[in-house]
């Protein structure tokens, strides 16, 4: 009998073993819903950042540290965007990460402090995105070889999705004149999403990282819009909108309302994924200068 129970305890732990799933962790929300549509059921994924959370300056939590060090792989983003990760990899030993953003065609940041480096929001570019999708796909298929088919259907399928949201989208810019196509903001955030939807770009501040909302910012965005006749001015979810809501008083232009970019809602909210982030910004922008033509 008891050789039949040990038997049985040794079957048991042999199925919980196998059926065990690769652990992932990201460092914020928008890595990690597009890890899920790739890893699909095989694989879990867990976003160090909450829903909402400003991610430059972010300060972790030993909770953080002990999720990272159960993780068998770790996604980041790189290009500067997580200024806390370095530190925080260098307390995990030989934690397994990936830079995600690997192998794009960077964007310079034009001013601030950061002049000349790369913008760190690529994955708002739809093709940069596709990169970080290959390179989410090939670092799962790294670590767990027995679905690299998955991941790589999974990859394939999820571009599919994304393209069929966002062409339309863009292809509705037609009906806007050239003169009109600005995006204002208050982070220099959408640079590769205005490269793709073929915008003109102004901002307040080039990263969140930097002093932000500063008299000498507002008034240099209040003679941008004015010299171009600019409609519509935008922000970003996770920062103040005060500083764009002046430039709107003062100019007299429409506040066209929230942005999403370094973080999804929950799941309840306006952007609980990745597709619903790029329609729900594109939209926003397209109703925005249209609206106000």
Known sequence: MIRVLLIFSFFQFGLAFADEKLKVVTTFTV????????????????????????????????????????????????????????????????????????????????????LGLPNPHAWMGVNSAFVYIDNIQRALAKEDPENAEIYKLNA????????????????????????KRWLVTCEGAFSYFAKDFGLKELYLWPMNSEQVGTPKQIQKVIDGVRENNIPVIFCESTVNTRPAKRVAQDTGVAYGGELYVDSLSE???????????????????????????
């Open 267 to 293: 799941s309840d909210g306006k952007v609980p994924t990745f597709i619903d982030l790029l329609r729900v910004t594109s939209t926003t922008v397209i109703n925005g200068i249209v609206d106000n033509l």
């Open 156 to 179: 394939s399928l999820y571009k599919k999705k994304i393209n069929e949201v966002i062409r339309p989208l863009i292809s509705q810019l037609d009906q806007i004149p050239l003169d």
């Open 31 to 114: 890595i990690a819903d597009i890890a899920q549509n790739v890893a699909g059921d095989a694989a879990e994924v867990v976003s160090i950042t909450k829903p909402g959370a400003e991610i430059h300056g972010y300060q972790p939590t030993p909770k953080d540290l002990v999720k990272a060090y159960d993780a068998d792989l770790i996604l980041w983003n790189g290009l500067n965007l997580e200024l806390w990760f370095e530190k925080f990899i260098s307390q995990l030993g030989d934690a397994r990460y990936y830079t995600v953003s690997e192998g794009i065609e960077p964007l310079e940041i034009a001013e601030g402090a950061y």
